[in-house]
């Protein structure tokens, strides 16, 4: 049973896109777009969106009063970060505006890193640009909110930082994006009822559809 999903509108996310993508993904579910405490915590699953800057994105969050009750709900509800909402859930994220770290949730701990320009140099003297903007696959690691996902489906992406995850466990996706010696970074993070993306699956055609149709009735 889907019951009511609520949006978290607290200002920056990409809100109209993912009630859109949500709404087609589950028609029989109550998606709501809110920025009322009340609302979140009445919710039977909540969205985290995110787009902009982190430092911002948790500025607004807290002066939108949403932030206690976002974690309110994540301690039991099952929860879908996108993009920087994903950024949001670590404990912080080296975008800045000065010289400190920006605290995150701390839902899952780690780190949020940008790419590093010596990552980015090809053989040939080219180099790949930040942000890393566009389509690519994400290797999975074993998740419900993969089922009937194709593993190395394509994903759209746009970011210049990424999820560093203490524990490997968290990290359930994985795409690589420089030279060829780079480490693939992780793209999809999961802890418990936890579920969250870097990539933007309202923009991700059919696949990005079937992870907001699972997320829909996922039980964790």
Not at 14 to 26: F, G, K, L, Y
Not at 57 to 77: I, N, P, Q
Not at 90 to 97: K, N, P, Q
Not at 208 to 214: C, D, I, Q
Request: net charge negative.
């Amino acid at each position: 049973m889907s019951g009511r999903i609520v949006i978290v509108d607290y200002g920056m996310g990409n809100i109209r896109s993912v009630h859109q993508a949500m709404v087609h993904a589950a028609p029989e579910a109550d998606v709501r777009v809110t920025s009322e405490a009340a609302e979140v915590l009445a919710a039977d699953r909540i969205i985290l969106p995110g787009q902009g800057a982190m430092p911002d994105c948790m500025r607004f969050l807290r002066e939108s009063g949403l932030h206690d009750a976002v974690l309110k709900m994540a301690e039991t509800h099952p929860l879908f970060g996108v993009c920087i909402g994903e950024q949001m859930l670590l404990d912080a994220s080296d975008e800045s505006h000065d010289a400190n770290p920006t605290p995150g949730l701390g839902l899952i701990p780690g780190h949020c890193v940008r790419f590093r320009a010596a990552d980015m140099q090809l053989p040939d003297g080219t180099r790949m640009k930040v942000p890393h903007m566009g389509w690519n696959n994400v290797r999975q690691s074993p998740h419900a909110m993969w089922a009937g996902v194709e593993d190395d489906a394509m994903f759209y992406f746009v970011h210049s930082f990424h999820a560093q995850v203490k524990d490997p466990a968290h990290s359930v996706g994985k795409t690589h994006y420089g030279n060829a010696e780079t480490l693939a970074f992780t793209c999809a993070i999961a802890r418990d009822n936890i579920f969250a993306t870097q990539f933007h699956p309202e923009k991700s055609s059919t696949a990005g559809l079937t992870l907001y149709r699972n997320f829909a009735s996922w039980q964790p």
